[in-house]
């Protein structure tokens, strides 16, 4: 018998074989990336495709359709993704944390793909479909894949994924059933860190808002220490240098949207510090934080700077001068300066 | 998966059957009743308000084997073909994923030839506008002189983007989004039909949350059956719509009227230990705050029967129309930037703390009185909390009449005893006396005589000073800009102006529309002509595009300039500016000019450095 790979995964599973044959043809993963929504809808996925006769609650891990899920080839399974995902990662939900840039879903793929859903099964009926993260698919390709989405032919599963769901095609929205998956309980994330040899699960899980598959990564990632250097910079404002601390980031080859996912969570940590008392991300970071946090409100509009940035991280933009932009306004906002560079 | 979707199972198959278009279908029975056709139909309208839907029971109506009828009999070989997706003589297209048909332009060209089966060959083409130019050509020119035995029937969600010449040669119908009731209506039938067990309230939860999307409605209630596993019940519903209980709302605005952010950030916990959704939290936000500000507009406009009333009716009180205002515009930019937050929690509460930042505060917060949080202190005592223990004002009672008399807040003593009184007049952040100022600068009317509109976000808050580009005229002195900003001198004249020049906020700001203004403030104009104006509202503002707003906008209208005036409004992207888009960009504009005014204020700069005070950004008001 295949079992879930993570204990969190327990609850939302039941959840979804308690429908039988209610399930619905088009399913919806949402929730925060890192917590394991891509392994939920993988197993799922075997669930469907497995031939034993007595499957009850779980794939049996052992007919010969499990084994080529698990071999990663079954001829009706097929995993809809960014060209350049990286597929080693077995939780890809994170991928917006890790190093590699994804690129759309195209037009082409879904229509690749609805070849895929109507020629006939190889097996026995089942087609399943897993698209991640469905807000990859750009507005040609989420159009393409409304009609095979709302009436497929029968026999055929699609399993959606995403992180960010609002960006998704309304009409893509409405027409899959969405199944939310939240936070996991921060004992059991603990629990499991642990048992992952992470040495400080709690600091980690903080570090990612709870999220443990994200917290995993947080530990082992190669960058901690320009991190580290980096929240140590945005400590003493004063002493600030701009210039050098852009090319020392751009040296280290981060993604923008991890270096803006730091200053941002910094700056949410500050302003939650100076207004309510409450640390979120960084407690390994309180002393650096309140010497900060009596300007909290001083950094309101920078923080809506920063989403705005968050959202047009994704483009190709000069990296140096996105993060001297940043950190010039951080500094320009502390000193109650709102000028935009 | 032998499961069908409800959605799928109960798509209407006769036009009895369809739920909330009656003008349309009337006028479309009674045309196949008397034969009357055209040749082209183009059916517009929100998704999942019936589109495809209607247009294949048309098709069905057109090729009924019993004749053209408004009764498509359902049994016959047609019908029933048509029913099952392999009629063909129907060919359904669907422009926005070319999906089904390989070549698109070259079926069209095909339409000359005569069907197969049928009376006529139709022609569904979904989402229309999003046809490529060679398939629009080729379908013009089957529409120029059709062959009397084609038909088409096109749809879309978008008829700005169809083109003129294929506008003009359509019979077109405009399908309304359907209303909650008629929602939960439908719904009652589908359960009772499916013999499913429910509880009403919870049909009106899903009515509510489907907006206006029949199909939308049956997705949830797919949902919520599975949900509570064979039947559907209040709670289960609310919790699967990650609904908020309302008390939590509640909670939230008194603890932003006691000014308490652990209490804030301690009652979104809750919510999310609820495992409810934070965009529902604040889409539920934002309509309770528009129900505050309507009840503190009009004061009796609540229906007696809400059951919220008590609790609407005291935030009413407790908080400042203002205040309701800033918070309303807060919340509707936060959930919009939920998605571009670390995560939705930090997301919402950041809203939260937003709020807190731009209500009232206390002179004394800001003066030299500040309790100084000395970080040396806190970072001693390893609970954060101390820090808001100290540093958080108790509420200050809102003030909207600004009264014209200097007062002599304690900030100013305080400046005075610390020898540098020229200075500290000028530029301390106290809210009270620098607004004093304002009115006496400009000599233009006070607002105390005026009634103080719903909506009226004048003190706005730079709530998003960042997301607003600013504009060139920062660096010029605070006096020039405000001068600039028509806002800051409010006209009352009541003689009708004859004609409009084209200045939409110079014209709102004179038309007396209480709740109604929101809709104007957040409308951009498009065209107008004597009689009519145009008007852009964003998805965002949606809410407040409301009939009855329109109908006030409208009456507004026609009695300032004394004839009729019709008024379109639209809902979509907004291209240009709107007066609340114009007014927050220059109070963004001249918050940060008043703000760099106070931060190189070196007295200022003492104080924060040797006493550890904080510059409260959001309570400097320009000069
Ligand atoms: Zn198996
Ligand atoms: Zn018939």
């Keep these: 018998m295949s079992n879930l790979p993570y204990p969190w995964l327990e609850k939302p599973w039941h959840d979804l074989i308690r429908e039988g044959d209610r399930l619905p043809h088009a399913l919806l993963f949402t929730g925060e990336a890192g917590i394991g929504k891509r392994a939920l809808a993988q197993h799922l996925a075997q669930f469907l495709l497995c031939e034993s006769p007595n499957k009850t609650n779980q794939p049996c891990g052992e007919c010969d359709a499990c084994r080529w899920f698990l071999a990663g080839n079954h001829p009706d399974f097929r995993l809809l993704q960014p060209a350049d995902a990286d597929e080693a990662t077995e939780d890809a939900d994170t991928s917006k944390k890790a190093k590699k840039k994804s690129s759309v879903i195209g037009v082409d793929d879904v229509r690749d793909l609805a070849d895929f859903v109507n020629l006939s099964a190889h097996r026995g009926g089942t087609r399943v479909t897993i698209v991640v993260p469905a807000e990859a698919m750009n507005t040609a390709a989420a159009n393409a894949f409304l009609k095979t989405l709302e009436e497929p032919p029968a026999g055929a599963v699609f399993i959606l994924i995403s992180d960010h769901w609002r960006r998704l095609l309304p009409t893509i929205r409405s027409r899959c059933r969405v199944f939310p998956l939240t936070i996991p309980e921060p004992k059991v994330a603990m629990a499991w860190l642990a048992g992952q040899a992470v040495v400080n699960p709690l600091l980690h899980l903080a570090h990612t808002g709870g999220a443990p598959l994200a917290a995993a990564e947080d530990a082992a990632a190669e960058w901690l220490p320009v991190r580290s250097a980096f929240l140590e910079k945005m400590a003493e404002p004063a002493t600030l240098n701009v210039l050098q601390l852009a090319a020392e980031l751009e040296k280290a080859k981060l993604d923008t949207v991890l270096i803006l996912d730091w200053l941002q969570k910094w700056v949410y940590d500050v302003i939650s510090l100076g207004m309510a008392g409450v640390i979120r991300y960084y407690p390994d970071w309180q002393d650096a934080l309140e010497r900060v946090s009596p300007r909290a409100r001083l950094l309101l509009g920078f923080a809506s700077q920063l989403n705005e940035s968050q959202a047009l991280a994704h483009h190709p933009l000069n990296q140096r001068l996105v993060l001297e932009g940043l950190l010039f306004g951080y500094l320009d906002a502390l000193r109650g300066q709102d000028r935009r560079g | 998966m032998a499961y069908q979707v409800l959605a799928r199972k109960w798509r209407p198959k006769t036009f009895a059957q369809l739920v909330g278009q009656e003008h349309v279908i009337k006028a479309l029975a009674n045309a196949f009743a008397s034969e009357r056709l055209h040749h082209a139909y183009l059916l517009t309208g929100t998704r999942g308000v019936g589109k495809t839907t209607i247009a294949r029971i048309m098709a069905k109506a057109l090729n009924c084997e019993t004749g053209i009828t408004a009764e498509p009999c359902g049994v016959c070989s047609a019908c029933t073909q048509i029913d099952a997706g392999r009629f063909v003589d129907l060919l359904e297209i669907d422009a926005a994923s070319n999906t089904g048909i390989d070549n698109i332009r070259e079926v069209l060209d095909n339409a000359q030839y ?358 060139q005229s920062v660096a010029e002195p605070a006096a020039s800009v405000i001068e600039s900003t028509p806002s800051a001198s409010p006209v009352r004249e009541n003689k009708p102006a004859e004609s409009f020049n084209g200045d939409w906020r110079g014209l709102v700001v004179q038309l007396k529309l209480g709740a109604a203004g929101m809709l104007a403030q957040n409308a951009e104009l498009l065209g107008y002509s004597d009689i009519h104006f145009d008007l852009q509202v964003a998805e965002e503002h949606r809410a407040v595009a409301t009939r009855d707003y329109q109908d006030k906008l409208r009456s507004a209208l026609s009695e300032h300039f004394g004839r009729d005036i019709t008024v379109n409004v639209n809902i979509g992207a907004i291209a240009g500016e709107t007066p609340a888009i114009m007014l927050v960009r220059e109070n963004a504009a001249r918050q940060e000019v008043a703000v760099a005014a106070i931060q190189n204020d070196p007295f200022i700069q003492t104080l924060v450095c040797d006493m550890g005070g904080t510059i409260d950004a959001a309570s400097i008001k320009p000069l």
Excluded at chain 2, 220 to 239: P, S
């Design chain 2, 114 to 471: 005569s069907p197969t089966a049928g009376r006529f060959k139709v022609y569904i083409i979904d989402e229309v506008h999003m046809l490529s130019k060679s398939a629009f050509n080729a379908m013009l020119k089957t529409l120029e002189e059709p062959p009397s035995h084609v038909k088409f029937i096109l749809a879309t969600t978008d008829p700005q983007k169809v083109p003129i010449t294929v506008l003009s040669r359509c019979l077109q119908f405009s399908l309304r989004q359907m209303t909650p009731q008629q929602v939960t209506g439908h719904l009652h039938k589908v359960l009772a039909a499916e013999e499913i067990v429910f509880e009403p309230l919870a049909l009106n939860l899903l009515g509510h949350a489907a907006n206006g999307s029949m199909r939308d409605a049956l997705s949830l209630l797919d949902q919520a059956i599975a949900h509570g596993a064979g039947q559907v019940e209040e709670a289960g519903v609310r919790a699967m719509l990650g609904a908020v209980d309302q008390s939590y709302l509640f909670d939230l605005l008194d603890a932003l009227a006691a000014h308490d952010g652990p209490r804030l950030l301690q009652t979104a916990d809750a919510i999310a230990s609820r495992g409810l959704s934070y965009e529902a939290a604040l889409h539920e936000l934002a309509n309770v705050l528009h129900q505050v500000a309507l009840t503190q507009a009009v004061p009796n406009a609540l229906a007696d029967d809400l059951p919220q009333r008590g609790q609407i009716l005291a935030a009413a009180q407790a908080l400042s129309a203002e205040d309701t205002q800033l918070y309303y515009q807060i919340a509707l930019h936060g959930r919009r930037d939920l998605p571009l937050a670390p995560d939705e929690y930090a997301g919402f509460t950041m809203t939260l703390l937003r709020m807190l930042a731009f209500a009232p505060a206390k002179p004394e917060q800001i003066s030299g009185n500040v309790s100084p949080a000395k970080p040396a202190q806190i970072s001693e005592k390893a609970s954060p909390a101390q820090t808001t223990a100290s540093a958080a004002p108790s509420p200050a009672a809102p003030t909207n009449n600004v009264s014209t008399s200097t007062q002599s807040a304690p900030v100013q003593s305080g400046a005075t005893a610390l020898g540098k009184p020229e200075q500290a007049t000028q530029t301390i952040p106290a809210r009270e006396p620098i607004q004093a100022a304002t009115p006496k600068t400009e000599s233009a009317p006070t607002y105390d005589d005026l009634e103080p509109p719903p909506w009226h976000s004048e003190a706005a808050e730079a709530i998003y000073q960042a997301s607003e580009p600013a504009p």
